[in-house]
Nanobody, 124 residues
């Protein structure tokens, strides 16, 4: 069974930074695309970033481009999301997800497994 566990969320001021981590307990982790999504109450879960299995290709939502960086360490079964220049509108529960395919994708339906989420709150 695939398990994804996020960590690193918290409270930060506008302009601050946080680094989210996602630990995957699955031996096929390294062969598939990983992504980060976020969700606020009453809204649909939205795509943030994805990274292909080699780490050579990344894809970002326009809202975070230039501020967030996704990376992965296949040897450790880890995915990271470095979030800089945080804004109050970045406040959400952030989810790590494993896709059922290898290419970058922002389609929620392409992701088969999800973590439990970690709360990020950016104060103004």
């Amino acid at each position: 069974q695939v398990q994804l566990v996020e960590s690193g969320g918290g409270l930060v001021q506008t302009g601050g930074a946080l680094r989210l981590s996602c630990a995957a307990s699955e031996r096929t982790f390294s062969s598939l695309t990983m992504g980060w999504f976020r969700q606020t109450p009453g809204k649909e879960r939205e795509f943030v970033a994805s990274i292909t299995w080699t780490g050579g290709s990344t894809y970002y939502a326009d809202s975070v481009k230039g501020r967030f960086t996704i990376s992965r360490d296949n040897a450790k079964n880890m995915v990271y999301l470095q979030m800089n220049s945080l804004k109050p509108e970045d406040t959400a529960v952030y989810y790590c997800a494993r896709a059922a395919k290898r290419g970058n994708t922002d389609n929620l339906e392409d992701y088969a497994y999800w973590g439990q989420g970690t709360q990020v709150t950016v104060s103004s």
